[in-house]
């Protein structure tokens, strides 16, 4: 470490962040290796809780002619330390900076981390706009959820990866590192990438507009480049790469485990998820790949707690076996297995208390909205008598908190929906008080979440118009007032992040503007609240002439092109309108493994669930 | 069993509470014959003989765990070396009888050395008289504000040696210096700016002086 960095570290907080050196983190030898930075675009304990960077970090050390290192953003005390003492900001591993590398790869996890995007890159020394990138600057990939919708990050961004990126990352960085070796010019390697599937290049690719501003087409300027991009998936979870050996970190991650992705895909189509429809089809890993896996983790970091990781994990369908082996296996080495609280049924519970395992930390329940009616609308398979019957098997085995999630501002939501939220808390309440005093534990405490519903690009919602700001705030009062109930508290949050958020989730090229100019004013880290600065983005849109409202409040048209329909998920378009007119109808749509529902998967051979 | 271990280099910006997660997982790695708590929760036994603060090294360190059964000291030293980084390693492990005071009891001093940028030869001429000093009094700060404490009797023997300042602070119940408290003193006395500095916790020593090891 440079005698500077090492006077710097010594005046911020939480310095391990930085030093890298964990047990399992690998560095290898730069010489003839193609050489890549996984650029998480938050600060290290989030970026050490995510899975995925760990998977990617395996997948690329495990070939010989790669190699991956880590980075993450800086908080403000180094941000400003690095800005201050001119050092660039590095790789954990080898400390180079970002600018060093082949190719430098940020995940898209959530909107509100674009800013991070742009500071990372500039600190990194790496020229914001891939057009004014030289030939020696490193390659800029991106990947994740919200690559779905590229747009508003196109002139940052060289390439996207759409899709698992288990196999494809080794393949862009061989393109990448093979056209340098043999001397290619940077547009010419930036073709080659485009010709790797589920790969999209926006520099590639030109939008025009109508009058009313809408899309008019995507017109390629390569006759190489395909339209649209289709996803990439992997097929055998048990065959694709999976981390056995994972960095751990030394200052504690916002979660520290041993993280097991029990399953890709979830078939239950709900109409507001966008993994949902995103991660289709379902895969399974099996129950023995499972138990090898989490033995060679616990080997190798000597962790406490293992989770298992899907998006339904209740619909795993060997999950009492799996519970079962695990449990089996790892009783004498003290590690407990945390399952996500979501439909714990009686079977469960009972295979669950045989061994103890499970931590009383709380039942989680997402009814999602507050009446039948809006959950027939978002197709959320949830009733009020499944919602009885879990707290009260919950109470009856000796919960006593009760956490229920709800969004406000759902497509048709009327102020009677709004107050059925109420009425669910409060039988929630009768369903405690309804268990004789002895029968319960004590200290009742039910929380209610409410969080701003954000429509997202690939689902039946996505020509649905957010509520307006003042809409969110009436809405957010209104159960304020209704929540006032004993033993019940409840959660908002200020609706300004989920606006901005619905601008990104399904903007187009000219919020680049908007976020480049945000960026200029000042935004990053927009996600820690204590530096989220609206009134900086407000003059951001100001500045750029462009309408938020466009983006975030306006309902879209069935024949309007979305930007986003640059890519192919799998899912189809007349499968999502079809899936939007039922929900204006309040029909709901069965999960799918009961029946084809034709989504669209099946048009790719061997794909889906037989 | 005890262990002596070193906290070196980048090490020494790990806080005391991730070390000693990092050490609990460590041994936990090791396959070694750990004990744990009774409980719902329960939770590896491990004590740490005084906690590092952030920024400072320590080249030999103190913990002690109980086991469940005796295991010979090279053993354990070498299943646990072969699962702890470089820079973090142990360097030597006691097996304890069941009387043995905990480490953290027998505790009174440890030595330290500080290793200062910059002026090191006007710390030196200015040491003698800065000890001489009937009572040194320093701003401390607790949890309910500041208050004024005397370094003095809590510093045990100081001299510049080989580029560094020694020290031999007092570490105890009763009253611990710190050394960046010392650094910070000698230098208000010296009236020098406070440099830069590195500083390294050598021994962790016993009423008698002698290293918690050596039991």
């Known amino acids: 470490m440079s005698r500077r960095l090492e006077a710097l570290l010594e005046t911020v907080q939480r310095p391990a962040r930085y030093t890298g050196g964990e047990v399992n983190a690998i560095q290898k030898d730069w010489a003839g290796r193609t050489t890549f930075c996984f650029a998480f675009p938050d600060t290290y304990e989030v970026a050490m809780s995510h899975l995925g960077m760990k998977v990617l970090y395996e997948a690329v050390n495990r070939e010989d002619d790669l190699l991956c290192e880590r980075a993450m953003m800086p908080w403000v005390d180094l941000l400003e330390g690095l800005k201050r003492e001119g050092i660039p900001l590095f790789s954990l591993e080898s400390r180079r900076a970002l600018s060093d590398f082949d190719a430098v790869g940020f995940t898209l996890q959530y909107e509100m981390s674009y800013t991070n995007i742009l500071t990372m890159l500039e600190l990194g020394g790496i020229a914001l706009r891939g057009a004014e990138r030289g030939e020696e600057a490193p390659f800029v990939i991106a990947g994740g959820p919200c690559a779905f919708n590229p747009e508003p990050l196109a002139p940052f961004i060289d390439a996207f990866l759409l899709g698992d990126g288990e196999t494809a990352t080794s393949e862009m960085l061989r393109v990448i590192g093979g056209g340098r070796k043999q001397g290619l010019k940077r547009e010419d390697i930036l073709r080659k990438l485009a010709g790797v599937a589920g790969v999209y290049v926006p520099a590639l690719y030109e939008p025009t507009y109508h009058e009313d501003g809408t899309l008019a087409a995507f017109t390629p300027l390569a006759p190489e480049v395909k339209t649209p991009v289709r996803k990439r998936m992997e097929l055998d979870l048990d065959a694709a790469a999976f981390p056995e050996k994972t960095p751990l970190p030394f200052t504690e991650a916002v979660h520290d485990r041993i993280v097991l992705e029990i399953m890709r895909g979830c078939t239950r189509g709900c109409r507001f998820c966008q993994a949902g429809m995103l991660y289709r089809p379902v895969r399974e890993r099996s129950p023995e790949k499972l138990l090898e896996l989490a033995k060679g983790l616990f080997a190798a970091t000597g962790y406490e707690e293992m989770s298992l990781s899907s998006l339904s994990t209740g619909d795993y369908s060997r999950l009492l076996e799996l519970i079962g082996s695990l449990n089996a296996c790892f009783q004498d080495s003290r590690v407990s297995l945390s399952l996500p609280s979501l439909r714990i049924d009686n079977q469960l519970q009972e295979a669950l208390t045989d061994t103890a395992k499970v931590k009383k930390s709380g039942l989680t329940l997402a009814p999602e909205a507050g009446s039948q009616r809006l959950r027939d609308v978002i197709n959320k398979g949830v009733t009020e008598e499944d919602l009885v019957r879990s707290v009260t098997e919950a109470f009856e085995n000796g919960w006593s908190n009760v956490k229920l999630y709800f969004m406000i501002g759902l497509p048709t939501e009327t102020d009677e929906d709004l107050l059925g939220i109420a009425d669910l808390a409060k039988k929630v309440v009768a369903c405690y008080f309804a268990l004789p005093r002895e029968k319960r534990a004590k200290g009742l405490k039910v929380v209610v979440s409410a969080s701003t519903f954000v429509p997202k690009p690939f689902t039946p919602f996505q020509w649905a118009a957010q509520d307006s700001l003042d809409e969110i705030r009436r809405k957010q009062a209104l159960l304020r007032e209704a929540l006032k109930i004993r033993g019940v508290t409840f959660n908002w949050h200020d609706p300004e992040t989920s606006f901005l958020e619905a601008c990104f989730a399904r903007g187009d090229r000219r919020m680049a503007d908007v976020l480049f100019r945000a960026y200029e004013l000042g935004c990053r880290l927009d996600g820690w609240n204590e530096h989220f600065i609206y009134a900086a983005w407000l003059q951001a849109f100001a500045d750029t002439g462009v309408d938020p409202a466009f983006y975030a409040n306006r309902e879209r048209g069935k024949k309007e092109l979305l930007p986003w329909e640059l890519a192919d998920i799998g899912v189809t378009r007349g499968y999502l309108w079809r899936e939007h007119e039922r929900a204006q109808k309040g029909h709901i749509t069965p999960d799918c493994r009961l029946g084809c529902e034709g989504c669209g998967l099946r048009r790719f051979e061997g794909v889906c669930l037989p | ?215």
């Open chain 2, 1 to 215: 069993m005890l262990v002596v271990y070193e906290k070196m280099g980048p090490h020494r910006f790990i806080g005391h509470l991730d070390l000693q997660r990092a050490m609990q997982r460590a041994l936990r790695r090791a396959g070694l014959p750990v004990s744990y708590s009774q409980g719902f929760n329960p939770h590896l036994l491990l004590s740490f003989a005084a906690p590092l603060s952030v920024g400072i090294q320590g080249a030999r360190e103190v913990m002690e765990l109980p086991l469940t059964r005796e295991m010979p000291e090279q053993e354990f030293l070498s299943r646990l070396n072969a699962v702890l980084p470089e820079g973090l390693k142990a360097l030597a492990a006691r097996a304890l009888s069941d009387e043995a005071a905990p480490a953290m009891a027998r505790l009174a001093a440890a030595s330290y050395t500080l290793v200062p940028e910059d002026h090191l030869e006007e710390l030196a001429a200015a040491l003698p008289q800065f000890l001489a000093q009937a009572a040194i009094p320093y701003q401390k700060r607790t949890k309910s504000g500041e208050r004024t404490e005397d370094l003095r009797p809590l510093v045990y023997n100081a001299r510049v040696k080989d580029g560094a300042l020694e020290a031999l602070l007092a570490i105890r119940e009763s009253g611990t210096a710190k050394p960046e408290q010392l650094l910070a003193s000698l230098c208000e006395f010296a009236g020098l700016s406070l440099p830069r500095c590195l500083i390294t916790r050598t021994a962790l020593l016993d009423e008698r002086l002698v290293p918690l090891e050596n039991l």
